[in-house]
């Protein structure tokens, strides 16, 4: 007995993958346990190789088994392949181990020739309907198995409908359906110099060859290539016979979820057509009835498509998205396959359905993506109403908002106080800007990118942030706003979405962010299993109860320098950053520091007995002040005007200060421990400050844990400096208080060299947290702000790297630098604890890095705390921890 | 017998010097081989450790020791210790192991006292002479071995002298002398509660014990800590009769070199005082005499002088700095030592004492410090002229420069035309500014770091540059430099010293750059013995020539961007950057194609049979634009006048697209191949130009090695598809001209993540040419522009850092990535060529880090070529070579 090469649906199941491929071995699992699906058989893919390796011959056996299975057919169908009164009509697809899309088509209503089209009109009741299909069936097996030209057919069925004067292939009759086929038959037998093969079995068996051949046809090849799928495997051939659900009253097609995909109910969804086929739902010319309305048409096929459907969802333990078809009260199942679903109803589904017995926690846990989690975390466009954006620029900070147009920051203030919403719309913002985004809805720029100061501190509060719109042009002095040739003014109402960039005329639907009772639960299911620590960042008081109430276990990244930024600090800040010596600067830093002690103080009570790490000043000093451009048109004109001289050289003064700190590329210039280490007394401030409200919280007998971060160390010296200073920053607070605060210092990791000098660094070091933002940027040499929406997309669409690095960690560069900080600083202390945050840490493909490489925390957004709970979850089931304690 | 502690001059050699110290194991060596030391001994750094061990107690059988070598002392000398008639001095000096200024100054005449120093005045005929040495001996034992405050001293000798009326010590007689040292011997009493101590012994002791106990003092101590010393070693004391130089008219004091330190000629070099001593030399109360004159006043001396100078030039093979004192003459040698000397008489003394057989070849260029040759290969400020520069900035391109001031460049040219010697003072340059830095003598300027446009040009062009000085205030209006309140007007003479950042008003003397034959003798024997290569960095054919001058062995670096920059060309270039569409942009790289290829064939000519690696456009194209701060300044002024509305139209439009290019942090910006990736053409009309210029020499039958280097590589693909791009334009030459030309495509490594992922890279790489000034910034974090000059300033003085990473390469940081990138492209592919390019390919330590971890090759500017020769001769000395073929 030879192999064997061709397998009924009923002799396989869904393990036979490799040999049946992946469409087969489903529709063979179906068959297999109960279903009504049509029967067929699929030829496997190892008589695919087989047959490449016979230089693309049929032998014999293959032959003889393919009748076999055919006959098998015939008597499971009680139809005849070629019978001209009740013909046996096939499908023929492909169908290889990996999912793709490269190979060939689809051939339906194989079997049809010049005899058969009668019986198919007989049994119909059809003569249009069999004609029909039949032209259908011709141009399909021409184009995809004998290689004829599709246009061909195309022009020669609308040469037939122009000279009837008719618009659709509806309006075509039986009469000029058959006129179209024999036009289609001639340009056939042209084409091919024979005549369209009218022998059903000789259909079939070119059909099985084209199968095969499109194994190696050249969008297969390049798709393999692309996606590194080995060429060896070959693809099986699914012959299965045709139902149809036009054949009258009694028949029908439809399609139904076995849960609400998007609210996650527990019913069925879905619609259905009666005596009509699956293209006709699609083609939209007759509107569908809901799918309980069948229990009024067809009950007794209804009761049977429920309990399939509850058979179905406990067969594959997850909600199933199912296409069906009766052909005269018989109900046949088409396909079966995971219903897609929202967020919403992924969590709902799969609390419900552990609930219910069907999954267990883990299975619960691995249905759901971290990543679609987001959506139900920020105030969002409802996404069932199709809208059309008026502009798109960069994501910058997700979430939705709608309100007026405004253009300042003090409009924005002013109108927000009255209660109005507000959206504010500027080329970019500063620091001068602060008191507008604070009472904004969200804001829109036209200039800037992910890291611009409007992006930052948009993502810093939780507002939505589209940065960088290149399409919309402002006039700050006319106070409109320009889109192609549509003018915007002040109180016009705009809508933007930070999650995707794109921006709206007028109001638009909203949704607001809700952590269900299932959300809630399924959470804490994550927390059993995961052992990565979640941390968030989070810069005030507001945004430390939330990251709390999203279940933070402490505050990773507090950024000092926002409350910098504040309207009634930045006068003294710039004070401060302008002294002409010691004694000025110091003046200045006494004001500031029971300013800052107050904010540390709220934000420790807001994390009481949870760990806060605090972040010492970070960026260049010249952020702080005005900005180089304005003042030197202001000094053009003060000149030109020459009206005021006192005014000019105040501002000339100024600009020369300004002009002194101006940096050519700020991002690596004097900013971070930088600036404590040249400007120790800032630091000082800052530690004291941090140290006194510890204090007052401890005399209050509440526990508080600070954590001193410095930023930006590239060598261990600078860390050894600064650790001496916040020791004598806390001891003289001691001295002083009498309270005893438990405390650390540790460093952000954010610079190349202090990952291969970890191990000097480390000595220094009560921890370390990863800035995955820096350390990317300077690890590629991209300035973030100058990459995203500019070159980075141009490499993203060229595929010269695989993700934008800022928003998925990049293991093989950043994170083999990571992996080595990591390894040499446990090697100097093993004790050492690491964390991670960068906005990777909110990234579940970069949450998993961080797990298998033993990090013990990542610190992210409070609004991504779920998605990381859930991540980490995942990365636990997916890899067994390295190197955690 | 117990062990020895003290060892007489004539028991000791060089070898023993952890035994004796250093001083005390050289005058021992002295002493050994012939040479009239005054005779001395030394008591061992073994009898300190021991003397600690016991409590700083001198214990019997070392003062036993010590009293033997005191009547040895006595017998060579035939003076007694404490004899009043012809009484023996000593000085008491500390000597360890490492020189170490923290411990114990000099005491002499040790061993007057109120008898002995009759005995002085008898013998040296001067009662004045003999008082004043008792005095200084009272006031420096009380000092440093009674530790009596010394400001007592310096009161009473003041009050003294006031009293009298006279000035200087000078013109104190015997008797006021006489008086002073009563009153010195009251204070002592008074402070120490005993009376000076009379007897010689115990003054000795006491002096010994002294020097021991100094050892562990505060200075001494800290002195340790800082520069890593053992702690446990120990000093040794060393003790030395004294000779007079001042006893009449056969005596005499001078200081000689064996050969002239200024220009190496071998002739005796130096002077002499008769009747003196050492410090009337110091003092230069009286002119002392050339050496060559000694020959006159005691020939006998002199001939015995000229004997021991050449025994010890040849003993200690190097020129020798000699102290001697003639008494009553007998010649007496205090010290020798290896003299200071100019680079160029560096070089001379090492070939020339190879040649006369004293040196091998290897301890020549041993002799000669590279770094010291960079003296020799510019332009130079007479270093035997005392200058006072008016203000101060960065030495941003090494040599000095003379002219007249002007302030554009176009000024420059058309003075520059008449013959006329310009240097270029402006607030920055710009690209608009070339054809004035090239035909200036020099450039100045007032804003800008090593990095500037300024400096990064003129060391292109091995133009003197100062950039950056703050001291000096430029009106461009009103055509005036201002330095403090001196205003300098068009046409005034300044000086600049680019070596050293300084600035002169007026004309200063100059030194012209020499290759001397010597010099060229001692390049041969290092390029016999270095076994890594030297290549120049050089983007013009006179750079190229020059390099090729020096010895270099091809071009390691030709940028391309400045053939860009130059006034003929602009305007093309920004026509290439502005255009609207494909179309426009290929037309005007049309037309800069035969411009590069003209620039390539000469190189290549220069170069003929030695490799040229030419590097792709690497700035952001934003440079060659023109500045936004003026198009601002000028929008400004063309609004409020409201008199031209096409000119501001156009520069609003021209503002519009500087703008849209300008980048917050150019370095991390849109340049290196995102230039190649994202505008394909501009890369494959470079590739074609070379190609093209190479087919034209090939015809001619030249031999040309054209390697084209991808800059800014940091993923593979990156590189792939720019290799690619190359392998392109390479083919289409090839079957144009029918030239089939040998070449490379290698990429520079100058990002981290090139570093860490270069095994992936090295796949796609001919060679690998390492970029360190970028990788260094990108290592560190640090943009050269902002931090050179500013905080990096700092933490130079603060020793946050032991140098500037940008002179001299990191190793633990930058230089382990390079050592990974090493390890993992030799690993992928073993033949890979591997070379470094920045600016620390021309810097010693550097070079000897290259040479460690197996570079093929350094490559550094045309004039530190011969630097960079000897260096990587040194290298070769210093260490064995690892993993070169």
């Known amino acids: 007995?030879?192999?064997?090469?061709?397998?009924?649906?009923?002799?396989?199941?869904?393990?036979?993958?490799?040999?049946?491929?992946?469409?087969?071995?489903?529709?063979?699992?179906?068959?297999?346990?109960?279903?009504?699906?049509?029967?067929?058989?699929?030829?496997?893919?190892?008589?695919?190789?087989?047959?490449?390796?016979?230089?693309?011959?049929?032998?014999?056996e293959l032959r003889d088994e393919t009748i076999d299975a055919l006959r098998n057919l015939e008597e499971t169908t009680g139809k005849k392949f070629g019978d001209r009164k009740n013909p046996l009509l096939v499908s023929?697809?492909?169908?290889?181990?990996?999912?793709?899309?490269g190979m060939m088509d689809t051939v339906l209503n194989l079997g049809l020739n010049d005899e058969t089209v009668q019986g198919l009109a007989a049994a119909s009741g059809s003569d249009r309907f069999a004609f029909d299909c039949y032209r259908r069936f011709i141009q399909m097996f021409s184009d995809v198995v004998l290689k004829v030209d599709h246009y061909l057919f195309d022009r020669a069925l609308e040469e037939k409908k122009k000279s009837l004067g008719v618009k659709d292939d509806t309006g075509l009759d039986a009469t000029a359906l058959q006129e179209i086929i024999e036009k289609y038959l001639k340009i056939v037998s042209e084409k091919t110099k024979e005549p369209f093969p009218q022998d059903p079995l000789e259909q079939l068996i070119l059909s099985i060859r084209a199968v095969f051949d499109s194994w190696n046809n050249q969008r297969a090849v390049v798709y393999r290539q692309i996606h590194k799928l080995p060429d060896h495997l070959g693809t099986a051939v699914n012959v299965q016979s045709m139902v149809f659900g036009n054949l009258g009253d009694d028949s029908g097609t439809g399609v139904a979820f076995t849960r609400n995909p998007s609210d996650g109910t527990k019913e069925l969804y879905g619609e259905f057509l009666i005596n009509a086929q699956g293209e006709d739902v699609v083609a939209g010319t007759r509107t569908p009835l809901p799918i309980a309305k069948m229990n009024e048409y067809m009950p007794d096929v209804y009761k049977q498509f429920v309990e399939l459907c509850e058979l179905l969802e406990n067969h594959y333990q997850d909600i199933q998205d199912i296409e069906f078809t009766v052909e005269r009260g018989t109900l046949y199942l088409l396909q079966t396959r995971n219903g897609k679903r929202t967020a919403a109803s992924a969590v709902k589904i799969a609390v419900n359905m552990t609930e219910e017995g069907i999954l267990t926690r883990e299975d619960a846990l691995r249905r759901v993506d971290p990543s679609q989690l987001d959506q139900l975390l920020?105030?969002?466009?409802?996404?069932?109403?199709?809208?059309?954006?008026?502009?798109?620029?960069?994501?910058?900070?997700?979430?939705?908002?709608?309100?007026?147009?405004?253009?300042?920051?003090?409009?924005?203030?002013?109108?927000?106080?009255?209660?109005?919403?507000?959206?504010?719309?500027?080329?970019?913002?500063?620091?001068?800007?602060?008191?507008?985004?604070?009472?904004a809805q969200g804001i829109l720029t036209s200039r800037g990118g992910m890291t611009s100061h409007a992006?930052?501190?948009?993502?810093?509060?939780?507002?939505?942030?589209?940065?960088?719109?290149?399409?919309?042009?402002?006039?700050?002095?006319?106070?409109?706003?320009?889109?192609?040739?549509?003018?915007?003014?002040?109180g016009d109402i705009i809508s933007i979405d930070g999650s995707n960039g794109e921006v709206y005329a007028g109001t638009v639907p909203m949704i607001d962010p809700e952590l269900s009772g299932e959300f809630s639960m399924l959470l804490e299911w994550a927390d059993e299993v995961r052992q990565l620590g979640v941390r968030a960042n989070a810069d005030t008081p507001e945004d430390a109860r939330k990251a709390r109430e999203f279940g933070a276990a402490g505050i990773?990244?507090?950024?000092?320098?926002?409350?910098?930024?504040?309207?009634?600090?930045?006068?003294?800040?710039?004070?401060?950053?302008?002294a002409k010596d010691h004694e000025e600067r110091q003046q200045a830093l006494d004001k500031l520091l029971p300013m800052q002690q107050d904010d540390f103080t709220e934000i420790f009570r807001a994390?009481?007995?949870?760990?806060?790490?605090?972040?010492?000043?970070?960026?260049?000093?010249?952020?702080?002040?005005?900005?180089?451009?304005?003042?030197?048109?202001?000094?053009t004109l003060l000149r030109e005007r020459g009206n005021d001289a006192k005014e000019l050289r105040q501002k000339e003064e100024l600009l020369k200060q300004v002009r002194s700190l101006h940096e050519f590329n700020p991002m690596l210039g004097h900013r971070g421990c930088r600036l404590g280490i040249v400007t120790p007394e800032i630091y000082k401030m800052q530690a004291l400050a941090i140290f006194k409200a510890a204090a007052t919280l401890a005399k209050e007998g509440k526990t508080v844990i600070p954590e001193v971060m410095i930023p930006l160390v590239g060598h261990e010296t600078e860390l050894k400096l600064m650790r001496e200073l916040v020791l004598e920053a806390a001891a003289e607070v001691k001295a002083e208080s009498g309270q005893n605060i438990e405390f650390k210092v540790g460093t952000m990791i954010e610079l190349p060299r202090a990952c291969v000098t970890a191990d000097e660094i480390a000595a220094h070091a009560d921890f370390f947290s990863f800035g995955t933002n820096d350390l990317t940027q300077t690890t590629f040499g991209f300035s973030r702000d100058d990459a995203e929406g500019k070159f980075l997309l141009e490499y993203l669409q060229q595929k010269v790297l695989p993700e934008n690095p800022f928003a998925v960690l990049d293991r093989d560069g950043v994170g083999s630098l990571v992996k080595t900080a990591v390894e040499k600083g446990r090697g100097t202390k093993p004790e050492l604890k690491l964390g991670i945050c960068g906005?990777?840490?909110?990234?579940?493909?970069?949450i998993e890095f961080c797990h298998q490489i033993g990090l013990n925390y990542v610190s992210c957004s409070p609004y991504r705390v779920p998605v990381a709970r859930l991540a980490a979850a995942h990365a636990q089931l997916n890899h067994t921890s390295q190197g955690k304690d």
Chains 1, 2 share one sequence.
Request: charged share 25%.
């Open 92 to 101: 023929v697809r492909s169908g290889s181990v990996f999912s793709m899309p």
């Open 378 to 439: 920020h105030r969002r466009i409802d996404p069932d109403v199709k809208l059309d954006p008026i502009a798109k620029g960069l994501p910058a900070s997700p979430g939705a908002a709608s309100g007026q147009l405004v253009f300042t920051a003090d409009e924005a203030e002013r109108l927000s106080g009255d209660g109005v919403k507000v959206v504010l719309v500027r080329p970019e913002t500063t620091p001068d800007d602060i008191h507008g985004i604070v009472a």
């Open 455 to 490: 992006a930052v501190v948009a993502r810093g509060m939780g507002k939505p942030c589209v940065s960088g719109s290149e399409d919309i042009r402002i006039d700050l002095n006319a106070k409109t706003m320009t889109v192609d040739d549509k003018v915007f003014n002040v």
């Open 839 to 846: 906005e990777h840490g909110g990234d579940p493909s970069s």
């Open 607 to 635: 994390m009481e007995d949870l760990p806060v790490t605090i972040r010492l000043l970070d960026p260049p000093l010249h952020e702080f002040l005005p900005n180089l451009e304005d003042l030197l048109v202001d000094i």
């Open 556 to 578: 990773g990244l507090c950024r000092t320098e926002h409350m910098f930024m504040s309207q009634d600090r930045l006068p003294v800040v710039q004070a401060m950053i302008l």
């Open 1 to 60: 007995m030879g192999k064997q090469y061709v397998y009924l649906f009923s002799e396989g199941n869904a393990d036979m993958r490799e040999l049946l491929g992946g469409k087969g071995a489903n529709l063979a699992e179906m068959t297999k346990i109960g279903l009504p699906v049509p029967p067929g058989f699929t030829v496997s893919t190892e008589a695919c190789r087989e047959y490449l390796r016979r230089d693309q011959q049929i032998w014999d």
